[in-house]
């Protein structure tokens, strides 16, 4: 059972940078597509970003973070992070990590495991 574990969340201001962490377990590391996603009291998970297997498109974005945002991974130590820069108030959500195997999805459904999330509060 793989297991999820994010850190680095916290309260900073826009401008700012953040990167968050998500330490894996109990699992091939090497064999997961790991994804990051985000919610807002009220509002469904929104994907931001995965890194994929894919030799053409190894990692995706949502538009609203591109340019801004970077996933990358460690495969040493099982850990992929997602660095946050520029951040604006309307980042302001619980930053979920997702896993699943094979191929990368913008779907939230299609991830099988989850992390609890971390806060993420950006203010102006």
């Known amino acids: 059972q793989v297991q999820l574990v994010e850190s680095g969340g916290g309260l900073v201001q826009a401008g700012d940078s953040l990167r968050l962490s998500c330490a894996t377990s109990g699992g091939p590391f090497s064999n997961l597509v790991m994804g990051w996603f985000r919610q807002t009291p009220g509002n469904e998970r929104e994907f931001v970003a995965a890194?994929?297997?894919?030799?053409?498109?190894?990692?995706i974005y949502a538009d609203s973070v591109k340019g801004r945002f970077a996933v990358f991974r460690d495969n040493a130590k099982g850990i992929v992070y997602l660095q946050m820069n520029s951040l604006r108030p309307e980042d302001t959500a619980v930053y979920y990590c997702a896993a699943r195997y094979f191929t990368g999805s913008r779907r939230s459904d299609e991830y099988a495991y989850w992390g609890k999330g971390t806060l993420v509060t950006v203010s102006s």
């Open positions: 890194i994929t297997w894919s030799i053409s498109t190894p990692e």
